[in-house]
């Protein structure tokens, strides 16, 4: 039976609401627009563009019912106690451990991503080695205090958000001005002149979502980290969902019209790619650099929002009890190096299977794909909440200033509609290992341990 620690220390109100709205926006602008982008355009074409707005307005309900019950009653790991005290204990449990595992496997991804960015400038780069050290930069970051964190934090996203306002804007005056081709408007053409606008059909616009769902993932967020941010109630009432939505629809049909959709590589950063086609190869360069920020950035905001979470959960009983101490700084310390280092055990084990899986050869797309489902969990259980929290408020919620439109069936909607991406996620053969990928790759690394004197291994797996 669990032990509950007599009380849990107190996280710092450090932060500002400005600082908690623009790493709302980093967590949630990182490598799944800058990298994932290339999977969703390949698989839906141009029409990737509705696929984001589509997946938009989804995360726009989840945010507006997870705002109505953070305004009244704001905490750390909001999310999870509404799932306790409203659904159930065990979707309380589900949510809070879902968003340590995401986080983990979000900040892999990451990883790989920044690993990947460096070699535009340095081709042989060794990926494991920058790994690493990218690992032990986050691990830095994110063991000094709240406040030095949020202000490191303000910046990189300021950083990202500044760079596709510029790319956008850009982007108009190549389109419709021919600005950097030559004075002749690209237009709108490329939108259908490449096997038309859903180049992808029913079945690829769904597969898109499977990846553009991670890439919204990060807003929650803002629920997190009430328990370090003043006046919470106002975070979350300037909600940053629509500038995200923004930000991502205007980016990607900047891509998609300035460039075929066909041709973009299928390894790096469509954004790299866009400029470098119309020769503004400067632009490409410090583009790469903003998205290694980006992914920077992102499993920063990651390390962060699980490592709190973490926190939690020691103190409830339901992790380790060293993993609830603060530091004298006033993080949490042990959770932080915790998280960090599951992020690095699974960038090594995701490293050395892919040097044995082909259908690992898009590392990012596995590794980011892996994280949607459990990212998803929250995104349920605030749904589910919601719905319990109207019936056990009808009267606080004659007066409330936040309520969420067309209750309930904004809920059942968007429930509905998470189930499908989930069932096609399952379904799409570019982010799932199929069992004959799993005995394949078994088999040879099996044959590799032979080689190298691990009998006693192979001898095993024929027990199995």
Not at 54 to 66: D, K, N, Q
Not at 101 to 123: C, D, H, N, Q, R
Not at 284 to 309: C, D, E, K, P, W
Request: hydrophobic share 50%; with cysteine; glycine share 10%.
């Amino acid at each position: 039976m669990k032990q509950k620690v007599e009380k849990a220390p107190t996280l710092r109100r450090s932060m500002t609401a400005n600082q908690m709205e623009m790493i709302s926006l980093g967590g949630a602008i990182g490598v799944g627009l800058f990298m994932g982008a290339t999977s969703t355009i390949k698989w839906t074409g141009p029409s990737v563009i509705f696929a984001y707005m589509f997946v938009g307005l989804i995360l726009y309900i989840v945010m507006r019912a997870l705002g109505e019950m953070v305004y009244v009653n704001p905490g750390t790991g909001s999310f999870a106690d509404y799932a306790t005290e409203y659904v159930h204990p065990l979707a309380g449990y589900m949510a809070k451990w879902a968003n340590v595992f995401e986080y983990i496997v979000v900040g892999m991804s990451e990883v790989v991503a920044a690993t990947e960015y460096l070699k535009y400038w340095w081709p042989h780069t060794n990926s494991f080695i920058a790994g690493i050290i990218v690992i032990l930069f986050l691990v830095a970051a994110n063991l000094t205090s709240a406040k030095a964190y949020g202000s490191l934090e303000f910046w990189f996203a300021m950083i990202k958000v500044v760079t596709i306002i510029m790319m956008i804007i850009l982007g108009f005056a190549i389109i419709f001005l021919g600005w950097g081709n030559g004075g002749h408007p690209v237009g709108l053409s490329n939108l259908w002149s490449h096997g038309g606008f859903f180049t992808g059909g029913f079945r690829g616009f769904f597969f898109s979502m499977s990846i553009i769902v991670g890439s919204y993932q990060g807003i929650e967020l803002l629920g997190i980290s009430a328990g370090e941010v003043a006046n919470p109630q106002k975070a979350i009432v300037k909600s940053v969902l629509l500038r995200i939505l923004i930000f991502y629809v205007g980016a990607i049909f900047v891509i998609v019209t300035i460039y075929p959709w066909n041709q973009l590589s299928s390894i790096g950063s469509p954004f790299v790619s866009t400029f470098a086609k119309v020769g503004i190869t400067t632009a490409a360069s410090v583009i790469n650099f903003v998205v290694l920020t980006a992914a920077l950035s992102g499993a920063n905001s990651g390390i962060y929002s699980s490592s709190r979470m973490l926190f939690k959960l020691a103190h409830e009983g339901d992790a380790p009890k060293i993993l609830g101490r603060l530091s004298k700084r006033v993080v949490p310390d042990a959770a932080i190096l915790g998280i960090s280092g599951g992020i690095l055990l699974g960038f090594i084990v995701d490293t050395v299977a892919s040097i044995y899986s082909k259908s690992t050869s898009n590392l990012f797309v596995v590794v980011f794909s892996s994280s949607v489902l459990p990212g998803m969990v929250p995104w349920f259980v605030i749904l589910l909440a919601e719905l319990r929290f109207r019936k056990g408020n009808a009267k606080l919620m004659e007066t409330h200033p936040f309520k969420l439109p067309l209750y309930p069936f904004a809920n059942y909607f968007a429930f509905i509609m998470l189930l499908v991406i989930v069932v096609f996620m399952f379904i799409n053969p570019d982010t799932r290992l199929t069992k004959d990928d799993f005995e394949s790759n078994w088999y040879q690394f099996c044959d590799t341990a032979h080689r190298f004197g691990g009998r006693r291994l192979v001898l095993g797996s024929s027990m199995l």
